[in-house]
């Protein structure tokens, strides 16, 4: 069996006053850190970012575990002298630590968003009343539902 040979990025995550935060590795970093600004409560401290490319993921893992050790950035477990793993979980507060998947038809997801945006609302928030009014939380009422209107048709209002 052989395997593909992926590019891989080493990315450094800077505060404002060019204090290192983070140091992680990802063939697309982009997305990667979508899910960190999504994940981390440190992210908003995210100032700045540097990239560097490694032709492989062997290279880039070594180079990361490197720089980790020599460059102590503030919010890395893994390879860490000083942190360990129990401080990244008693750090996350967020009450939504992982993202959900649903597969949903993408004309209906387009048409939903399209509704809620009608409603004044987005997706995430009718979902969550949706969740909250089924499970029967205290207070929970159902979303209000805006007049369907077809695409291209004027709203009356």
Request: glycine share 6%; hydrophobic share 35%.
């Given at each position: 069996?052989?395997?593909?040979?992926?590019?891989?990025?080493?990315?450094?995550?800077?505060?404002?006053?060019?204090?290192?935060?983070?140091?992680?590795?990802?063939?697309?970093?982009?997305?990667?850190?979508?899910?960190?600004?999504?994940?981390?409560?440190?992210?908003?401290?995210?100032?700045?970012?540097?990239?560097?490319?490694?032709?492989?993921?062997?290279?880039?893992?070594?180079?990361?575990?490197?720089?980790?050790?020599?460059?102590?950035?503030?919010?890395?477990?893994?390879?860490?002298?000083?942190?360990?793993?129990?401080?990244?979980?008693?750090?996350?507060?967020?009450?939504?630590?992982?993202?959900?998947?649903?597969?949903?038809?993408?004309?209906?997801?387009?048409?939903?968003?399209?509704?809620?945006?009608?409603?004044?609302?987005?997706?995430?928030?009718?979902?969550?009343?949706?969740?909250?009014?089924?499970?029967?939380?205290?207070?929970a009422e159902l979303p209000v539902r805006p007049q369907k209107v077809q695409a291209g048709e004027a709203q009356d209002g």
């Open positions: 069996m052989t395997t593909a040979v992926t590019r891989t990025a080493l990315y450094r995550l800077y505060d404002i006053d060019d204090r290192l935060l983070y140091i992680g590795i990802a063939v697309d970093p982009e997305t990667r850190l979508r899910v960190h600004s999504r994940e981390k409560t440190w992210w908003p401290m995210v100032s700045q970012r540097s990239i560097e490319w490694f032709a492989d993921r062997p290279a880039a893992e070594a180079a990361e575990r490197s720089a980790i050790v020599t460059e102590k950035p503030v919010h890395n477990v893994s390879h860490s002298t000083t942190r360990k793993r129990g401080d990244a979980i008693r750090e996350y507060r967020s009450p939504y630590p992982k993202p959900r998947q649903v597969r949903i038809a993408t004309q209906r997801w387009g048409e939903f968003g399209r509704v809620a945006r009608l409603g004044g609302t987005s997706r995430g928030k009718v979902v969550a009343q949706l969740i909250d009014w089924y499970i029967g939380e205290p207070g």
